[in-house]
Nanobody
Framework: QVQLAESGGGVVQAGGSLRLSCVISGRTFYVMGWFRQAPGKEREFVAA????????TYADSVEGRFTISRDNAKNTVYLQMGTLTPEDTAIYYC?????????????????WGQGTQVTVSS
């Protein structure tokens, strides 16, 4: 059974950066995605990366500020976040998809981790 564990969240000032990590225990050959959920809002797609890392896709709200990557040798997926704003405050989750290509649909993902809190202060 695959388990996902996120880390790297914290409190950062607006304009700052954070790098989140998601360690995959078990089989790692999945499309991987990052999602986030702010208080009172639906969980939303942030970014996804293909199985070998060659293809990525992003939500419009983070395009150009966030970068998703993976190191399959370390069983880890990363989300480098930059130019953070208070609107980026949320719990960030990683999840896996058995689709053959990157997808932004939440229904295509499962195996959700526990999440890591990111708080951006103004």
């Amino acid at each position: 059974q695959v388990q996902l564990a996120e880390s790297g969240g914290g409190v950062v000032q607006a304009g700052g950066s954070l790098r989140l990590s998601c360690v995959i225990s078990g089989r790692t050959f999945y499309v991987m995605g990052w999602f986030r959920q702010a208080p009172g809002k639906e969980r939303e797609f942030v970014a996804a990366v293909s199985r070998l890392g060659g293809t990525t896709t992003y939500a419009d709200s983070v395009e150009g500020r966030f970068t998703i990557s993976r190191d399959n040798a370390k069983n880890t997926v990363y989300l480098q976040m930059g130019t953070l704003t208070p609107e980026d405050t949320a719990i960030y989750y990683c999840a896996l998809s058995t689709w053959n290509t990157v997808t932004s649909s939440k229904s295509h993902y499962g195996g959700w981790g526990q999440g890591t809190q990111v708080t951006v202060s103004s």
